[in-house]
C-alpha cells in the first residue's frame, strides 16, 4: 500500500511536470496573433482617502475656471456668465465618475491581422525598464516597465492647456516580448507595443493622488 501511494505521489508529479513543460513551451516562443482575444478587468481603488479627496477637489476647482473662462473668452457667452457657472460646475461634477472608486469594467481586444488600430499622440517623457523584477503571467514571463507620459496638447486651446498642462500619467506594467502585436485594449501607445506587450498594468497620474487604476487580465488566447 505504502509503495502504491508513493507510486501515485510520482505519476501525479510527473502529469504536472510535463503539463507546465508543454505551457513553458508554448509561451517560451513569439508569436504574432491574428486570431484570439485578450481581455482585461479594471479595478479602481482609493489608497489613500484624505489625498484624494484633497487633490480630486483641486482638480475640479482648476477644471471649473478654464472651462469658464473658455466660454467667458468668447463673445457670444458673456452675456450668458449665470449659465455658464452652472453648466460649468455640472461638468465638473462629472469627473468624480471617472474616478469612481471599485470600477470594474471590461476592456477587449480581438486580433485580426486586417483591423484598424488607432495610435495615441501621448508625449512619452520618460521609459524605465527592471528585467530583474519578474513574475509569471498566464505562463508568461514578465518584466516589469514603467513610463511616464502627458496628453498631446498642441492643438488645445489655452484654457484647456492651462488645465492639463502639469498633469503626467504614469503607467506601471508587465510586459512580455513574446507577443508581438500592435493590437492592445489599454495601451494605444506605439512606441511601447513595439517594444512590449503589457500583461498587467497600474495607473495613476500626480493630479489625482491616492487614487489607482489596475488592469488584471482574464483571458488570452493567441493564434
Keep these: 500500500m505504502e509503495k502504491y501511494k508513493i507510486m501515485k505521489k510520482i505519476i501525479s508529479f510527473f502529469i504536472l511536470f510535463i503539463s507546465f513543460s508543454t505551457t513553458y513551451a508554448q509561451n517560451s516562443r513569439i508569436i504574432t496573433p491574428t486570431k484570439g482575444e485578450i481581455v482585461f478587468r479594471e ?7 484624505d489625498l484624494f479627496v484633497k487633490s480630486l477637489k483641486n482638480s475640479k476647482e482648476k477644471f471649473k475656471q478654464s472651462l469658464k473662462q473658455s466660454f467667458i473668452r468668447d463673445s457670444i457667452n458673456k452675456d450668458k456668465v449665470q449659465q455658464i457657472e452652472e453648466m460649468v460646475k455640472s461638468t465638473a461634477d462629472a469627473m468624480e465618475y471617472i474616478f469612481k472608486e471599485d470600477s470594474t469594467e471590461i476592456y477587449q481586444c480581438k486580433f485580426n491581422e486586417l483591423m484598424e488600430q488607432s495610435f495615441s499622440e501621448n508625449v512619452i517623457l520618460k ?7 519578474r513574475k509569471i503571467i498566464n505562463g508568461y514571463d514578465c518584466f516589469k516597465v514603467m513610463y511616464q507620459y502627458k496628453e498631446n496638447t ?3 486651446d489655452e484654457d484647456y492647456l492651462t488645465f492639463t498642462a502639469n498633469t503626467i500619467y504614469q503607467r506601471e506594467m508587465w510586459v ?3 507577443i508581438k502585436s500592435l493590437h492592445h485594449p489599454v495601451i494605444f501607445d506605439k512606441s511601447i507595443l513595439e517594444k512590449y506587450y503589457p500583461l498587467a498594468i497600474v495607473e495613476t497620474q500626480n493630479d489625482i493622488e491616492g487614487f489607482e487604476r489596475n488592469y488584471i487580465l482574464e483571458t488570452l488566447t493567441v493564434n
Design 43 to 49: 479595478f479602481t481603488k482609493i489608497t489613500n482617502r
Design 127 to 133: 521609459i524605465s525598464v527592471n528585467k530583474k523584477s
Design 176 to 178: 512580455t516580448e513574446k
Design 154 to 156: 498642441d492643438t488645445a
